[in-house]
C-alpha cells in the first residue's frame, strides 16, 4: 500500500523522517519495502505570477505571457491553455528545467516569438489528471518559491500482511504510528449535513442471502454537479496511486484509501425504479444466462455463484470487485447513490479470480470487513461528495443491519506471555502497551476460560481465580482471538528487538538417526553417477494422467505404499496443466526430458523422488517412487571412443548401484511384453530383495513405446524410464553393514562362454550357474554377449566371468574344474545351453 506522508501527518503527529518511521513500521511488522520521494525530478520548477496575458502576434490558439517569479528581468512565455489570466500564481519550468520523465525545457522560439520557459499543468509535474490547464496555485504562494518544497511528498510503500486488512488505510497506518510513538490518532470528520428529502422515499435495498451481504448502507445525493476534485484531492490520490476520475468518483476511492472502506457510487438515474418510484437495488447471486458489462466495457458472462448488485432490469454491478458501465457516474449524473457494503469475504476471493478482475477494492474485501466501516464509509462518501460536487445529501440511511456487534473480549494469562516472549514485562506494562493499540483491559477477580487455540479445532483452558487479564479487542481488529494474539500484540508494540536473546534451558535431545538417511543416499549415489535430479509439480494435466497411467502394478517395496486408487482432481484448479495430482513419475520427468531437449540440450539424464496420489472411496493415500529418466549419449564421445546412446542397460546400471546403496541383492528382471507405455521388446519388471529376504527393491525398466514420444512430440529417438518402489524412499535410515573378513587365500577366476536360444534370459542362465555352481563360487559377471557365426541365427553367447574361493584353503584346479563340470551340465539341462569352446 502507498502511503503518501502529507495525508498520513493530517491523521497523526508525525516527528520522526521518513526513514525512521519506516523503520519503526517495519520492526511493528508493517514492512516499508520503498521509500518514493516525489517532486525531487521538478529540477528549476519554481513559483511564479502572471503579470500580463496578450494574444500571440502570430497564432490565435496561443497567448504570450509575462511572468515574474520575483527576482529578475519578467521571462516571455507563450501557452496555449486557455485558464490563464493576469494575476494568478503558477508554476514556470524556467529553462534547464527537467520534468518527470527526463523532458527537459529550453529557451524555444515558437511562431517568431521567443519562449523563456515554460508554464506547467499538472499532468506534466503528475500532480493531477489535468492536462488541458495550467495548475493554478494560491493567490498567496510565495514567488520564486521551488515547487517541491510546496508539493513535494513523501510516499512510503508499506507491505501490509494477510491478516491485517485493517492496516490497508491510512487510518489503519495512523494507528500503527500511534501506537509506536504514543501520539493521538485524529479521525477524519464522518458527520454529514443531510437536510435533503427522506432517503426512505428515494432509495430501497433488499439482500437475498444475508451470509453473502452482511450489511449494505445505501445513501443519496441529489443535485449534483459532476466536475475534477479539488487539486490537492487529485495530487494525494496520485501519490497513493489512484487515477483521478472526477469529484464524485475521487470521493469514494478517497474513502477507500483513507479508511479501508470501498464504496461504490451509482448514478442514480441509471438505477431500475420500484412500483413506488423509489430506486430499488437487490443483492443477490447471478441467474442462468445473466450477463453485464463491466466499467472496463468488456461484457461477461456471469457464473450462477458471482454475487451481484442487481436492479429490477438485471444486473448493475459485480459485488465487492467492479461496477457496471451502465450505471456509472457521467458529465451528466447529477443524482447519486452510494453503496457501502460488507461482503463474504470467501465469495469476493472467489468472484475476483475467476473473472480476473483482482482489485483494490476486492483486495479489501477479501481480507475482511469491519461493520462499522460500512455506516462510516456511507456518511464520509456523502461528506465529500457534498463538499466537492455539491448538492444534498438525502435525509438518513438504507441499512440492512444497523445492529453493529459489540467488540470481543479475549481473556490472557500475563505470567503466560511472559513465558511465551521471554520476557519480565508484568501485567501492567503489558496492559499500557496493548492499550496504546486501542486494547482495553481489566484484570479478572474469578475464574475465566482462555482461548489459546481457533478455527475449525477451537481450544480453552481454564486460569485460576486472580490469574488472567480481559483484553477488550477494538471492532478494527479481527485478526486477534486468542491468547497468543495477545503475546503477538504485547510483543510487537514492546519491540521485537527489546525481547532479549535466550538460549533454551532444557536439555537438548541426545542424537538421533535421521529418518531420511536412505533417501539421501540415493539421491547422492545418483547424483555421483551423473544423473540429474528434478522436482517437479504434482499437479499435472489430465493428459499427462491418461497417457502414462501404468497397467502393471509391481508389489511394492517391504514397508511401502501401493501405486492404487483413481485420480483425485482438484476443484478450482489455477490452470488445466495442474488439474490432477498425479499417479506416477514417468510422465513428468518426460516433460522434463521434452523441454531441456526444446532448449537444445540433446544429452538428458534426470531422476526424481516424488510421491504419487490416489483416491480409495473416500480416502486418499500417497507413495513415494524414485522415478528415471535418460535419453541422448549417457557416455559422451571422447579422443578413444564414440558417443554411445543411452539404453536400457544403463537405466539397469543405475537400478543396480541404487540396489547397492539400500544393502540389496543383485536386481532381477522378468521380461515385460504388455504395457502400452513401453516398447515391448524392451521393457521388464526388476526387483531386488535384502539379506533377510524382503522385497528391497521393485519397479519397472524400459525404453517408451514409440507411439508416446510421437504423441508428446518428443524430439528424441529413445527415451529410457524407470519407475521404482524403494524401501525406505518414504523414510528409513540405511542398513547396518555387515563386515566380511578378507580371505586370506587367493580367489580363482574361470571365464564361460554359454551359449543359449536367443529367448532364454540372461538372468536364467546366471540363476543356473549360482546353483550349480556350489559353496566357493563367490560371483558371477555377464561381461560379454555375442551374435553371428559359427552361432545358429537363433543363438547367442553370453560370457561370464566366475570367480571361487574357498575361506580356509587354497582351491586346487581339480575343485575348480570339477564346479566347471557340474555348472556345465546344469546349463545343458536347465536352459539347453552349451559351452562354447
Known amino acids: 500500500m502507498r502511503v503518501p506522508l502529507s495525508w498520513l501527518a493530517e491523521l497523526v503527529e508525525l516527528e520522526l523522517t521518513p526513514e525512521e518511521l519506516a523503520d519503526r513500521l517495519t520492526m511493528l511488522g508493517m514492512e516499508v519495502q520503498a521509500i518514493e520521494r516525489r517532486g525531487t525530478d521538478w529540477s528549476d520548477v519554481v513559483v511564479g505570477e502572471l503579470l500580463a496575458v496578450e494574444p500571440h502576434p502570430r497564432a490565435d490558439r496561443l497567448s504570450l505571457t509575462k511572468v515574474t517569479i520575483g527576482h529578475g528581468a519578467p521571462l516571455q512565455i507563450v501557452c496555449g491553455a486557455t485558464n490563464i489570466a493576469a494575476g494568478q500564481r503558477v508554476p514556470v519550468a524556467l529553462p534547464g528545467a527537467v520534468l518527470p520523465g527526463g523532458r527537459r525545457i529550453e529557451r524555444a522560439e515558437k511562431m517568431g516569438v521567443t519562449s523563456e520557459g515554460m508554464l506547467c499543468s499538472g499532468d506534466e509535474l503528475g500532480l493531477t489528471a489535468d492536462a488541458d490547464g495550467i495548475l493554478i496555485l494560491d493567490g498567496e504562494t510565495q514567488l520564486g518559491r521551488p515547487l517541491a518544497e510546496l508539493y513535494g511528498d513523501t510516499v512510503l510503500d508499506v507491505d501490509v500482511k494477510p491478516n491485517r486488512g485493517d492496516a490497508l488505510s491510512i487510518v489503519g497506518i495512523a494507528r500503527e504510528v500511534a501506537a509506536s510513538t504514543g501520539a493521538e490518532v485524529r479521525l477524519p470528520a464522518t458527520e454529514v449535513e443531510d437536510d435533503g428529502a427522506p432517503v426512505e422515499g428515494l432509495v430501497a435495498v433488499e439482500v437475498e442471502d444475508p451470509q453473502l451481504c452482511t450489511r449494505f448502507v445505501g445513501r443519496h445525493v441529489g443535485g449534483v454537479t459532476i466536475g475534477p476534485s479539488p487539486d490537492d484531492v487529485q495530487m494525494r490520490l496520485i501519490a497513493a496511486g489512484v487515477r483521478p476520475v472526477s469529484n464524485v468518483v475521487d470521493a469514494s476511492n478517497y474513502v477507500m484509501i483513507e479508511l479501508g472502506k470501498p464504496i461504490h457510487t451509482f448514478d442514480a438515474a441509471a438505477v431500475g425504479r420500484a412500483a413506488a418510484g423509489r430506486a430499488r437495488i437487490v443483492v ?186 480481559v483484553a477488550t479487542i477494538p471492532t478494527w481488529r479481527r485478526d486477534i482471538e486468542i491468547e497468543a494474539d495477545i503475546a503477538e500484540e504485547v510483543a510487537r508494540i514492546h519491540g521485537y528487538e527489546a525481547v532479549p536473546g535466550r538460549l533454551p534451558s532444557t536439555p537438548m535431545p541426545g542424537w538421533r538417526p535421521s529418518p531420511l538417511a536412505l533417501r539421501e543416499a540415493v539421491r547422492e549415489a545418483l547424483v555421483g553417477a551423473g544423473v540429474t535430479e528434478a522436482v517437479t509439480y504434482a499437479l499435472v494435466s489430465p493428459r499427462l494422467v491418461a497417457d502414462f497411467a501404468w497397467s502393471v502394478n509391481p508389489p511394492p517395496a517391504t514397508g511401502e505404499g501401493a501405486r492404487e486408487g483413481g485420480p483425485i482432481t482438484v476443484t478450482n484448479p489455477l490452470s488445466a496443466d495442474h488439474a490432477i495430482l498425479r499417479h506416477s513419475l514417468v510422465g513428468s520427468l518426460t516433460q522434463v526430458v521434452a523441454g531441456n531437449v526444446r532448449h537444445g540440450r540433446d544429452d538428458v539424464a534426470v531422476f526424481e523422488v516424488g510421491k504419487g496420489y490416489g483416491r480409495v472411496a473416500d480416502e486418499t493415500v500417497e507413495w513415494w517412487r524414485l522415478g528415471l529418466a535418460l535419453t541422448g549419449a549417457f557416455e559422451p ?85 524407470a519407475e521404482l518402489s524403494v524401501a525406505g524412499l518414504g ?32 538372468a536364467d542362465v546366471e540363476s543356473a550357474i549360482r546353483e550349480a555352481g556350489g559353496e566357493n563360487l563367490r560371483s558371477v559377471v555377464l561381461f560379454d554377449l555375442y551374435r553371428g557365426r559359427p552361432l545358429a541365427d537363433d543363438e547367442r553367447s553370453l560370457a561370464f566371468r566366475l570367480r571361487f574361493e574357498a575361506p580356509d584353503r587354497t582351491l586346487t584346479e581339480v575343485e575348480v574344474e570339477e564346479a566347471i563340470a557340474t555348472i556345465s551340465g546344469a546349463l545343458g539341462h536347465r536352459v539347453g545351453g552349451r559351452i562354447r569352446a
Open 637 to 721: 564421445a571422447a579422443w578413444n571412443r564414440p558417443a554411445r546412446p543411452a539404453d536400457v542397460d544403463d537405466a539397469k546400471g543405475l537400478i543396480e548401484l541404487v540396489a547397492g546403496v539400500i544393502g540389496a541383492g543383485r536386481p532381477t528382471y522378468m521380461a515385460l511384453t504388455d504395457e502400452p507405455i513401453l516398447h515391448p521388446g524392451r521393457s521388464a519388471l526388476a526387483s531386488a530383495s535384502d539379506r533377510a529376504g524382503r522385497l528391497a527393491l521393485s519397479g519397472v525398466v524400459g525404453e517408451l513405446h514409440p507411439r508416446l514420444i510421437e504423441a508428446w512430440d518428443l524430439r528424441v529417438p529413445r527415451l529410457i524410464v
Open 284 to 469: 443477490r447471486t447471478a441467474r442462468p444466462g445473466e450477463r453485464i458489462e463491466t466499467l472496463d466495457h468488456v461484457v461477461r458472462e456471469l457464473h450462477p455463484d458471482t454475487l451481484l448488485i442487481a436492479d429490477p432490469g438485471g444486473p448493475i454491478g459485480i459485488a465487492g470487485v467492479m461496477g457496471g458501465a451502465a450505471s456509472e457516474v457521467s458529465e451528466t449524473t447529477t443524482d447519486v447513490i452510494i453503496e457501502s457494503a460488507v461482503f463474504d469475504p470467501v465469495s469476493i476471493r472467489r468472484t475476483a479470480f475467476h473473472y480476473g478482475l483482482r482489485s483494490e477494492a476486492s483486495l479489501r474485501f477479501e481480507k475482511g470487513q469491519e461493520q462499522r466501516l460500512a455506516r462510516l464509509g456511507a456518511d464520509r462518501t456523502a461528506r465529500l461528495i457534498h463538499e466537492w460536487a455539491g448538492g444534498s445529501v438525502a435525509r438518513g440511511r438504507v441499512d440492512t443491519n444497523p445492529d453493529e456487534p459489540a467488540p470481543r473480549t479475549v481473556a490472557f494469562r500475563p505470567a503466560r506471555v511472559d513465558r511465551l516472549l521471554g520476557t519480565n514485562l508484568g501485567s501492567e506494562t503489558q496492559r499500557d502497551l496493548l492499550r496504546r493499540v486501542g486494547i482495553s483491559t481489566e484484570a479478572e477477580a474469578r475464574p475465566v476460560t482462555i482461548p489459546v487455540a481457533a478455527g475449525s479445532a477451537p481450544e480453552a483452558v481454564e486460569a485460576p481465580a486472580g490469574d488472567a487479564v
Open 731 to 762: 523414510g528409513g535410515g540405511l542398513p547396518s553393514v555387515e563386515f566380511e573378513a578378507v580371505s586370506r587365500f587367493p580367489a580363482v577366476e574361470r571365464d564361460l562362454a554359454v551359449v543359449v536360444d536367443e529367448a532364454v534370459p540372461a
